[in-house]
């Protein structure tokens, strides 16, 4: 029994992380509409560029340097995601193949300056002391601390996007954009300002995954690819451009790779694309996505 339950924990913790990165791509790509393939880059580059800030301040034993880190990686993930959008993006609007493959090249050059700058050895960060060592779970036992937060950062994240999306006039112009772009322009909304700061908040969040991510396992090359996958069965499974369905996503991929890893390791990557699979060909919208008109 506490086996099951370690195994559902782990699965549940992973999920968190998979929401983390997932929801920004959902953001990107399931409401705006733009076909992001560096979403997995940013999540990169803001774990190597918040490694870079976190390491000095760490060995020199200051207590914010996992703090610093997070923010530095955040920030740059947001303005790297803001540039692209501005600078590359933007006037290819319904122009998936061309997005494609631009964001494919770009994520490419950024996985080749990492490795020619960083190195290939895995880095990791350390959390700081108030969320390090492990805690007691009721039929668990000992289990990592940071982990556990790791839920608690995802369920933040899920509840402000909920209440930005349905309860700030931002969101309202967002989901007013993503049903008919021409009136929202009509009505004198700009329209690529708000597509800016979406693409800067769904980055922001592939960062904070990156931070978060690499304190809960190492940092190093191809994540950017695992990641990336990762947030495309996720948004699939719980249908696009709905958080809430991002979350059922996450939850069950994440499950289904620690119980698939617990009862036959070899195969547990089949079991996440069966459900994906499974899915296209009961409710191609995903399971909470709306239909296209």
Known sequence: MELA????????????????????????FGLMRTVNMAHGALYLVAGYVGYAVFEPLY??????????????????????????????????????????????????????Q???????????????????????????????????????????VGIGLWLLLNRTRLGLMIRAGVDDRQMLAACGIRVPVVALAVFALGAGLAGLAGVVGSTAQPLAQGMDGRFLLISLVVVIVGGMGSIVGTAVGA???????????????????????VIMVVVLALRPQGLMGRALP
């Open 5 to 28: 339950l370690t195994v559902v924990l782990n699965g549940l913790t992973l999920a968190a992380l998979y929401f983390i990165v997932a929801s920004g791509f959902s953001l990107i």
């Open 59 to 112: 060995d020199r034993d200051l207590w914010y340097a996992w703090y610093a880190g997070l923010l530095a990686g955040v920030v740059f993930a947001a303005v790297a995601g803001l540039v692209m959008q501005q600078v590359f993006l933007g006037w290819m609007q319904g122009q998936e193949l061309r997005q494609a493959l631009v964001t494919i090249g770009l994520s490419i050059i950024v996985a080749d």
């Open 114 to 156: 990492l490795l020619a700058h960083f190195g290939g050895n895995p880095r990791q960060f350390f959390a700081p002391d108030a969320i390090f060592g492990s805690s007691w779970v009721p039929g668990v036992g000992r289990y990592p601390t940071f982990r556990l937060v790791q839920i608690g950062i995802a369920l933040a």
């Open 251 to 273: 939850i069950l991929i994440g499950l289904a790779e620690q119980v698939g890893q617990a009862l036959f390791p070899t195969y547990s990557v089949v079991l996440t694309f």
